[in-house]
Every structure is written in C-alpha cells, then in structure tokens.
C-alpha cells in the first residue's frame, strides 16, 4: 500500500512542480466552509470504521464524455493567477487529467491538475492519511504532503458509485490550510460542470 501511495505521490509532485507532472499524498486540514464528514470520536475503533462508510454523494453526475480540460475555466483559476500556457491533457500521468500551469510570478508558475478520477473508497484506502470533509454535499478526501521544498495538496470528490473528481496543487513553502481553501471553489466549479447521472 505504501509504495503504490509513494508512486502516485511521485507522479503528482513531478507534474505539479516541473510545470509538466504531479503526485499525490500526504495530511489534509479541514477547511473553512467545509463540513467535516463526521464528528471527531474517542474510539479507539473509529479510524477503521470510517473507511467501510459509503461515500456522501448529493446529487450523483456522471462523467462519460466529459472532457478534462473543460473542468475548470480561466475565470475558476483567476484567483491563483492567469494562465502561463493553455490547459493541457496528462494522460500519460493521470488518466482523464488536464494541467493548468498559472502565472504567480515563479519562473515554472503554480500548477493546478484536474482529473475525472477512480472510485473514491480506492482513494480513501490508498491515502489513509488523509482526512474526509463535505463539499456541497459529496464526500472529499484531502491530503497534503511535502514533496521536496513543495507542499502537495489533492482534494478527491466523490461523484457517482464508481468515479471521482480530483483537483490538485503544489506550492513552493504551501501552508495545507491555505492551499485547500483555495482548492474548495475548484471543487465546486468542476462539480457544477458535470451533468447529473
């Protein structure tokens, strides 16, 4: 389970930081505006038992002809800066992945990834360290982890039984807290774009 989660976290720090790659992994912080799927408990069999808990999923949406790269738009991304070059399909990296590479003054610029991802429990038992929370009503599983110099943060949104949405970002000295705020309308923004199922 370890070196898979390592392979995956490798894969999407390399696109998030080169400008061409990304990994996913790490500890999530819940976020303002975002409800904690359940409330903290002392059990000491808590932990187990949320993993077996369907995920939340309001209004399931399909993804079947959804193009990755149509999942966020240029306005979506305005708040972490314009665009440095045109939204590009990564299959090679993440299946059903676009990279957005922002200008925010770096010379690589900030990287932004969205993907129409794998089941969300798959996600879940693979980042065991994350954390679940609740947006508009679907169950997302965030991460955080250093990678290298870079703070890697990945937000997994459940959207029907068998698929998810993932957004990704990786930040020079990125603060998780921070990070995953500005991700929370990303989420949404890919949400609204999904027809219902």
């Known amino acids: 389970m370890t070196s898979s989660r390592t392979v995956l976290v490798t894969a999407l720090a ?8 990304y990994s996913i992994h790490g500890d999530a912080l819940p976020q303002a505006g975002v409800t904690p799927a359940t409330a903290p408990s002392t059990s000491s ?3 187990s038992d949320a993993p077996s ?3 939340k999923i309001a209004k399931p949406r399909t993804v079947a002809g959804v193009e990755p790269c149509t999942l966020l738009n240029a306005d979506d991304l305005k708040p972490i800066g314009p665009f440095k070059k045109e939204p590009a399909r990564k299959d090679d990296v993440i ?4 990279q957005y590479v922002l200008e925010d003054g770096s010379a690589k610029g900030r990287t932004v990834v969205a993907a129409l991802y794998q089941k969300y429990e798959q996600v879940r038992t693979r980042q065991e360290k994350g954390h679940e929370v609740v947006v508009e009503g679907h169950s997302t599983w965030v991460l955080c ?3 290298g110099s870079e703070m890697a943060c990945t937000a997994t ?3 029907n039984a068998n698929r998810s949405v993932l957004v990704a970002m ?5 603060v998780p807290d921070l990070m995953l705020a500005e991700m929370q309308p990303l989420l949404k ?3 609204s774009r999904l027809p219902a199922a």
Request: hydrophobic share 45%.
């Open 14 to 21: 390399l696109l998030l930081s080169a400008g061409c790659s």
């Open 45 to 47: 069999n808590a932990k």
């Open 53 to 55: 808990a369907p995920p």
């Open 95 to 98: 299946q059903e992945s676009c």
């Open 145 to 147: 982890d250093l990678s």
């Open 157 to 159: 949104l459940a959207v």
């Open 170 to 174: 990786a930040q020079p000295s990125g």
């Open 189 to 191: 923004a890919a949400l």
